[in-house]
């Protein structure tokens, strides 16, 4: 019987500044095109001016980078240039409830910079979210069901709407939001269309092919009970490697690693909270291609222990970035493994 979770299907980087953002995932090599931001005019008459929350992507096949900042009033000119500005087109008694969902995801947004700057959504692909939205509710884990959304697909894909349906993780903490957890917005999405992906920018410099791995710090002695929060998540366990605790997905992996071990993973790496996802990786057909890159744009890399390059969250707005060579293409089955022994993280 097949799992009614896949692959890691993005991890969201929430930045305070999106044109600089944008401007280090370029020397990151990756591909950003201007962000996406909702608009709606502030009297009858006006032309509609952005408000509550941008984002952008950095795509892969079957997953994606997101960059994602609030938008303050009147913060037209806190957005990059060709910013994509969407106006609200819905019916009259719709817009309320529109424009209060949006006011939320933008408080959301601020709860996580005061929080900090850097990871602060991990959402896994599914391919039945009806299913694994069943499963949650028998397993007690409480979310808010699924959600339908749609939007215009980019131009050149072959259908003219994407559909994307979702739903999210509610915590049990004190200060945890609606469709939040301890460690930020967790929840489920089902699967990209590749209809509508494949239209999308997938080339970038430092030739990322897919989304491979992420990895959350937690407490030690939180460790045991984030994992088994987890397992219900994605209805898997967890093997044992090293200190840390691995999730294989489909050609992906989460890690749990207790902060006590997390210089071993991440040399010279420190929580900015716990628990927190501090970093993320993509595969590379080339680390040393991009090694050079990075080191041209002037960026400082480190090495894993295994000696994959990476980009310290010092100098990637809070989050290390890691460049692991790809050994099978990134729609295969094969699960990173090895995390203490030198072949990844």
Sequence with gaps: MGHDTARIHHVGHVVEDMARAI???????????PPSCPAMPRHAGAEPEPFGAANTHADFPGSFLELATRVEDGGAGSLPAGTRLVPLEAPADVVPLLVERIGETSANL??????FQGLHILMFSSPDIDAAAA?????????????TVRRAAPEGAKVPV????YLE???????????TV??????????LDPDVQGARRLDHPNGAVALVEAVLCVADAELAAVR???????????????PAQVFGLDGAALTLVPSSALPALLPGERPAALPALVGYAVAVPDPDRVRALLRGNGLPVRETPSGDPFVPASAALGAAVVFR?????????????????????
């Design 162 to 165: 994407e559909t994307v349906r």
């Design 110 to 115: 601020a709860a996580c910079l005061d929080r």
């Design 169 to 179: 993780i509610d915590g049990d903490g004190p200060g945890d939001r609606p469709g």
């Design 228 to 242: 088994h929060r987890y397992e219900s998540y994605l209805g898997r366990p967890a093997r044992q490697e090293g």
């Design 182 to 191: 301890a460690e930020g917005r967790v929840g489920l999405v089902a699967g």
């Design 23 to 33: 401007g280090v995932y370029e020397r990151l090599g990756f591909t950003v095109p």
């Design 325 to 345: 060579p790809r050994s099978a293409p990134p729609d295969s089955a094969q699960v990173p493994s090895g995390h203490w022994a030198g072949s990844t993280l």
């Design 135 to 147: 499963r949650l509710t028998a397993s007690g884990v409480r979310h808010g069901g699924v959600n």
